[in-house]
Nanobody, 115 residues
Framework: QVQLVESGGGVVQAGGSLRLSCAGS????????MGWYRQAPGKQREVVAT???????NYADSVKGRFTASRDNAKNTMYLQMNSLKPEDTAVYYC?????????WGQGTQVTVSS
């Protein structure tokens, strides 16, 4: 079956860095548009970054210049390098895989940024 497993979350001080990973299985990883989303308490899930099959990226304005998404299709893994973290980046981070009308989601990983 399809699995997306996020890892790398944790607690970090403001200004610090974290690197999230999303490992996929059960799908032809390279065929999917991958994305990072986040959901803070009491807020709707929002897109953080998307990365196309060729590696092209798009970012939310709130993370531009601080976050970098990448993918390694040979390892079926996507990454999110998060630098200069702010308390407002605190959320559960999810990865997604989309192909046409089909979407899969991971279980999420908690990122907490303390001030």
């Amino acid at each position: 079956q399809v699995q997306l497993v996020e890892s790398g979350g944790g607690v970090v001080q403001a200004g610090g860095s974290l690197r999230l990973s999303c490992a996929g299985s059960g799908i032809i990883f390279s065929s999917y548009v991958m994305g990072w989303y986040r959901q803070a308490p009491g807020k709707q899930r929002e897109v953080v970054a998307t990365i196309g099959r060729s590696g092209s990226t798009n970012y939310a304005d709130s993370v531009k210049g601080r976050f970098t998404a990448s993918r390694d299709n040979a390892k079926n893994t996507m990454y999110l390098q998060m630098n200069s973290l702010k308390p407002e980046d605190t959320a559960v981070y999810y990865c997604s895989a989309k192909f046409l009308t089909t979407s899969y989601w991971g279980q999420g990983t908690q990122v907490t940024v303390s001030s």
